[in-house]
C-alpha cells in the first residue's frame, strides 16, 4: 500500500481548503468542509487501494486541487514545492541561469533571444543556436519549458552544452557558467525626438518603481521635457510598485488606489507617501488589450486625475489583488483576497466570476451594467471593463501570408542566413531592406511550404455551405465559382500587395540578430501606430490639453 504520499497529500488539502473558509463564521460550513474532506479522503484509500492499475497520488490530487480552484477565477493557484522557484522568479525577476530565451522552433530547442551581457551572451550564444544536450542530457526531445530549468540553478554553478551553432553541420560543447539573473522591468528607454523621452515598462517586479524613476532621469539630463511610459502588455505584478510608480507624478498624499476584501486586513487605502519625481512632465501613456493588473492601476490612476492621456487600445480589466499563503511541505496557494478601486471610485474587473456560464468561464460586466464615474476635470469613465484609452489607436491585423510565414518560421530562418551573410548592419532606426533584398527573401521561399487561406476565402467557404444548406446552391453556383476564382489567393500577388507589412516584420526580426531586444525595440518606433500617435499629441499643446478638459 502506499498511503504516506496520499496521507502527506491530504493533509494538505485539508490545510488549502480549511485556509480558505477560515474567515467564514457560520458552523454549518464547517460541518459541510469536514464531511467532504472525509468523502474525498475515503475515495482517495479506495482508489489507491482496488484502482487496476497503480496511481500517481501527488498528479491525481493536484488535478483535484486544481479542478477545485478552477471553479474560482484563474488568478487563484496553487503553487507546488517543485514550481516554486518559477513563481518566485515572476515576482523577483530573478534567477540563477545563462540569461536566454529558448523556445521551439521546428522541433528544435532553439535560443531565441540572449539577454545582452549575460553568460549566454558571453559564451557565444546566438539567435538560431540549438541546443542540444545539457551537462550530457539528451534535451532534443523536451520541450522548452523542460529546457530552461535544466539551465537553471545556483549562480556560480557550470555546466556544459552540446550546441549546434547556426550555420554549422557540426555540434560544438560550450562550458558555461551561470550566474544571478536580474530581468531588468525597465529594458529600454530613450530619447524619441529632441525633447520626448520614451520608458518601457515590462513588469512590476520588486524595483521597478526604482528603475522608471532612474530612467526618467536619465532621459531628463538627455534633455526630454516631454514623456511616453510604455504599459503596453505589460501583465503587473506588486501592488505597491504600482503605487510608487504612481507617485511618481501625483501629489504627496493623494489616494492612489484602495482594496477591498471580506477579511479585514485587505481593506486598505493606498497614498502617495513621497513628493512627486515631476508633477509637470506632459505624459502620454500606451496601454494594450494586454496590460493589466498593476498596469491598470498606474494608467487608471493617470486618467483619473487627469494627469496624462492614455494612447492605444482598451486594457485587459483585471481589477483583483491576489496574495501568497503558505502551506505545509513548502507549498504555497496565491488567492485572490480583495478587488482594487482606483481614485475615481472604479473597479475595473470585466469579469464576474461569481456567475458562470455553463461552460464555466465567467460572465463579461455587460455594457448596460458598466458605472459612470467622474474625473478630476469631471470627464466621464467607467468601470467594469478595464481602462479605456482618451485616444483609441485601431491595431491592423496582419494579412493571411504575413501569419503564415511567421508560423511557418519563415521569416525567422531568413532573419538567420541573413546574419550569418552579413556581419555587420546600419543602426536599427537606419536599417532598411533594399528592394534586391526583398526579391532575394522571395526568390528564397520558392522552395517553402507555408500555404493559408485568406478571411474572404473562409467567407466565400461559409457563404457556399450555408447555400447549400438553404437550398440556393444551385442559384448562385456560377456567382460562387467566379468568386473563388477570382479571390483564389496568389502568393507572388500577396508578396508584392503586403510587401510594407512583411518587410517591416523582417528587418526587426534582422535587426534582433544584431542589436537583440533594445535594437529590437528601435527598430520598431518608425512604424509604431501608438508611438507615432503619442508624438503626435505631446507635440500638439492645444489637442492634449483639450484631451485632458474632455473637449476632443
Known amino acids: ?105 521546428k522541433n528544435r530547442n532553439i535560443v531565441l533571444m540572449p539577454y545582452n551581457g549575460f553568460p549566454a551572451d558571453k559564451a557565444g550564444l546566438k539567435i538560431g ?6 551537462d550530457g542530457f539528451d534535451v532534443r526531445k523536451k520541450n522548452s519549458n523542460e529546457v530552461s530549468k ?56 520588486a524595483d521597478a518603481s526604482r528603475e522608471v524613476k532612474k530612467g526618467i532621469e536619465e532621459l531628463k539630463n538627455k534633455g526630454a521635457k516631454k514623456l511616453i511610459l510604455d504599459l503596453r502588455d505589460n501583465p503587473g505584478g506588486l501592488l505597491n510598485e504600482a503605487v510608487n510608480i504612481s507617485n511618481l507624478f501625483i501629489p504627496k498624499d493623494k489616494p492612489i488606489v484602495s482594496t477591498k476584501g471580506k477579511v479585514a486586513e485587505w481593506v486598505k487605502e493606498y497614498k502617495a507617501l513621497n513628493p512627486p519625481f515631476d508633477s509637470e512632465i506632459p505624459l502620454a501613456i500606451l496601454v494594450s488589450s494586454r496590460s493589466a493588473s498593476a498596469s491598470e492601476i498606474v494608467s487608471g490612476v493617470i486618467q483619473d486625475y ?26 504555497q496557494l496565491k488567492v485572490t483576497t480583495a478587488k482594487y478601486y482606483i481614485p475615481s471610485g472604479r473597479c475595473i474587473q470585466a469579469i464576474d466570476y461569481s456567475e458562470k456560464g455553463a461552460d464555466g468561464a465567467g460572465k463579461k460586466v455587460a455594457d448596460s451594467l458598466r458605472v459612470a464615474f467622474k474625473t478630476s476635470n469631471g470627464r466621464v469613465v467607467f468601470d467594469g471593463g478595464g481602462v479605456s484609452p482618451d485616444v483609441d489607436v485601431k491595431r491592423e491585423t496582419n ?8 508560423s511557418k518560421d519563415l521569416i525567422f530562418d531568413y532573419a538567420s542566413q541573413y546574419f550569418l551573410k552579413h556581419p555587420s548592419i546600419s543602426k536599427p532606426l537606419e536599417f532598411q531592406l533594399k528592394d ?8 528564397w521561399l520558392k522552395d517553402k511550404e507555408y500555404d493559408y487561406t485568406t478571411k474572404v476565402e473562409t467567407s466565400i467557404k461559409e457563404l457556399t455551405t450555408a447555400a447549400q444548406k438553404e437550398k440556393y446552391y444551385d442559384e448562385i453556383k456560377d456567382q460562387l465559382e ?61 489637442r492634449y490639453n483639450n484631451i485632458l478638459k474632455g473637449k476632443k
Not at 8 to 20: A, D, E, N, P, Y
Not at 306 to 331: A, E, I, M, P
Open 1 to 105: 500500500m502506499k498511503f504516506a504520499p496520499v496521507l502527506k497529500k491530504f493533509s494538505l488539502m485539508t490545510v488549502l481548503v480549511i485556509g480558505i473558509i477560515a474567515a467564514q463564521t457560520p458552523t454549518e460550513k464547517y460541518f459541510e468542509i469536514t464531511k467532504n474532506l472525509d468523502i474525498f479522503a475515503s475515495l482517495i484509500r479506495e482508489v489507491n487501494m482496488y484502482y487496476v492499475d497503480e496511481i500517481n497520488p501527488n498528479r491525481m490530487i493536484k488535478t483535484g486541487i486544481d479542478a477545485m480552484l478552477g471553479t474560482l477565477d484563474p488568478y487563484t493557484n496553487y503553487i507546488p514545492e517543485d514550481e516554486i522557484e518559477n513563481y518566485r522568479t515572476m515576482t523577483t525577476g530573478m534567477y540563477g541561469g545563462i540569461g536566454a530565451i529558448i523556445g521551439k522552433r
Open 129 to 134: 543556436d540549438e541546443i542540444l544536450e545539457v
Open 150 to 205: 535544466l539551465l537553471k540553478g545556483q549562480a556560480g554553478t557550470k555546466m556544459k552544452l552540446k550546441v549546434l551553432k547556426l550555420g554549422k553541420t557540426n555540434p560544438e560543447i560550450i562550458e558555461i557558467q551561470r550566474e544571478r539573473i536580474k530581468i531588468d522591468n525597465v529594458p529600454y528607454t530613450g530619447m524619441l525626438t529632441e525633447d520626448i523621452g520614451y520608458v518601457q515598462l515590462t513588469e512590476f517586479t
Open 306 to 331: 487627469d494627469r496624462g492621456v492614455l494612447v492605444g487600445q482598451k486594457t485587459f480589466g483585471k481589477g483583483l489583488v491576489q496574495t501568497t499563503r503558505s502551506l505545509v511541505f513548502n507549498t
Open 399 to 406: 494579412a493571411a501570408i504575413t501569419n503564415s510565414l511567421i
Open 436 to 443: 534586391e533584398e526583398y526579391e532575394d527573401f522571395k526568390n
Open 482 to 542: 467566379n468568386l473563388k476564382i477570382r479571390m483564389a489567393h496568389n502568393k507572388e500577388h500577396d508578396l508584392e500587395k503586403h510587401k510594407k507589412e512583411i518587410r517591416e516584420i523582417l528587418e526587426h526580426e534582422i535587426v534582433s540578430r544584431y542589436y537583440f531586444e533594445k535594437g529590437t525595440k528601435e527598430a520598431s518606433f518608425d512604424d509604431d501606430p501608438d508611438v507615432l500617435e503619442a508624438i503626435k499629441i505631446l507635440n500638439d499643446n492645444t
